[in-house]
């Protein structure tokens, strides 16, 4: 089994719909982030979570909110989804500490119609 | 101004042949530097990652290089294979345990 699970994989939502990408981790990691990948713009933060109750905002947050149900946990909504919320987004966790290397989940492919 | 800047953007080499990707970087306090390959459609997988003190490291064919001094680092694939063909970023750590991205080196090994 992947260590930082995601789903769904693809996704096809119609414009103002609410949708929830689910992440899971098995790595035991304490912190938590949920990134967007656009093509020519790389990775960029929405939200972070460094334990169960803290949230805080990336550099694009406006449109998202998250929830951190459990330190293993964290899902990403989009209230009323639009067009250029489509994109690639990532779950990705760490462990505390400067050392802590990223593990990223495989995806969401997230299209809004 | 790109905190991380990565180049080539993008790249075709034959396959056996050796390539070089550069990060340039302007972000401080440094923490560390990490490589990162991303094959299309799945998430980044950590190749290397190196603290300021290291100039040097190997990753079977990958091989990272860091000059802290100049916020320069490179990356180097020798003996290319088809499975090389991925997109990889450059992120570097700083400060309290923020990260800056690279938009990534997209590379195609080509038979």
């Known amino acids: ?113 | 101004k790109n905190q991380v800047e990565q180049s080539p953007q993008s790249l075709i080499i034959l396959e056996g042949k050796n390539c070089t990707l550069q990060c340039n970087y302007t972000v401080s306090p440094f923490s560390n530097l990490r490589w990162y390959k991303q094959d299309t459609g799945r998430g980044p997988v950590s190749l290397t990652i190196m603290t300021f003190s290291e100039n040097t490291k190997s990753n079977g064919r990958y091989t990272a290089t860091l000059d802290a001094d100049t916020k320069q680092s490179s990356l180097h694939i020798t003996a290319s294979q088809l499975s090389d063909s991925a997109s990889y970023i450059c992120v570097v750590s700083y400060g309290n345990n923020r990260l800056a991205f690279g938009k990534g080196n997209q590379v195609v090994v080509i038979p």
Not at chain 1, 12 to 22: A, H
């Open chain 1, 1 to 113: 089994d992947a260590d930082v699970t995601q789903t769904p994989r693809n996704r096809i939502t119609k414009t103002g719909k609410r949708i929830m990408l689910e992440c899971s981790q098995t790595k035991g990691h304490d912190r938590m982030y949920w990134y967007r990948q656009d093509p020519g713009l790389g990775l960029r933060l929405i939200y972070y979570s460094f334990d169960v109750k803290d949230i805080n905002k990336g550099e694009i947050s406006d449109g998202y909110s998250v929830s951190r149900q459990a330190q293993a946990k964290f899902s990403l909504s989009l209230e009323s989804a639009i067009p250029n919320q489509t994109a690639l987004y990532f779950c990705a966790t760490s462990d505390s500490g400067t050392g802590g290397g990223y593990t990223f989940g495989s995806g969401t492919r997230l299209t809004v119609v």
